[in-house]
T-cell receptor
Framework: DTGVSQNPRHKITKRGQNVTFRCDPI?????LYWYRQTLGQGPEFLTY????????KSRLLSDRFSAERPKGSFSTLEIQRTEQGDSAMYLC????????????????FGEGSRLTVL | DQQVKQNSPSLSVQEGRISILNCDYT??????FLWYKKYPAEGPTFLIS?????DKNEDGRFTVFLNKSAKHLSLHIVPSQPGDSAVYFC?????????????FGIGTKLQVIP
């Protein structure tokens, strides 16, 4: 399978604990995105990497959230001191084309990591 | 501040008929518009897109129409099939510092009744 891979698929944790999610993008894709989706909402942008550089972060990404993409391959999203409001599906996507033209905006999503904070 | 709006949370259509999903946007800087399809327990998958300089793009049973003056787009599925039952997200992208930033609507759940 050469699609975007995310793990774990499900994580249940107690409030205050730290959690980490991993995303393995499609191997030739240099651009990687994290989105968050809550019930009844569409995916909301969290952050964007081009290779290993984190180029944009949403104001939704509080200081308890940190994302990395060492060596420009896989990425991790860590949430420290989780709160119940962090419960959501965390989606990772990757893309190759990003500038204007055919394929612009076409993202390849993983199946997501569902977080439940008790 | 929802820049991409899908005002119909759900839609039911008989198999074989046309499904029309609507979407409105507010940001004039969007240069591409896309539709994604999502099945339960899966991530969204790209379906079809249209450049802001065009008014129609067709791919098999799926056609997207763009009315730029009204800031409105729609997805037509003809004929609808039970396998089309899914959540459809309207999305729009803009060039943001050298990459395409994609903004999603809240989705419309389509049910195609056999």
């Amino acid at each position: 399978d050469t699609g975007v891979s995310q793990n774990p698929r499900h994580k249940i944790t107690k409030r205050g604990q730290n959690v980490t999610f991993r995303c393995d993008p499609i191997s030739e894709h240099n651009r990687l995105y994290w989105y968050r989706q809550t019930l009844g909402q569409g995916p909301e942008f969290l952050t964007y990497f081009q290779n290993e550089a984190q180029l944009e972060k949403s104001r939704l990404l509080s200081d308890r959230f940190s994302a990395e993409r060492p060596k420009g391959s896989f990425s991790t999203l860590e949430i420290q001191r989780t709160e119940q409001g962090d419960s959501a599906m965390y989606l990772c996507a990757s893309s190759l084309r990003s500038v204007s033209g055919k394929g612009a905006g076409e993202l390849f999503f993983g199946e997501g990591s569902r977080l439940t904070v008790l | 501040d929802q820049q991409v709006k899908q005002n119909s949370p759900s839609l039911s259509v008989q198999e074989g008929r046309i499904s029309i999903l609507n979407c409105d946007y507010t940001n004039s800087m969007f240069d591409y518009f896309l539709w994604y399809k999502k099945y339960p327990a899966e991530g969204p998958t790209f379906l079809i897109s249209i450049s802001s300089i065009k008014d129609k793009n067709e791919d098999g049973r799926f056609t997207v129409f763009l009315n730029k003056s009204a800031k409105h787009l729609s997805l037509h599925i003809v004929p609808s099939q039970p396998g089309d039952s899914a959540v459809y997200f309207c999305a729009a992208s803009e060039n943001s510092g050298g990459y395409q930033k994609v903004t999603f609507g809240i989705g419309t759940k389509l049910q195609v009744i056999p």
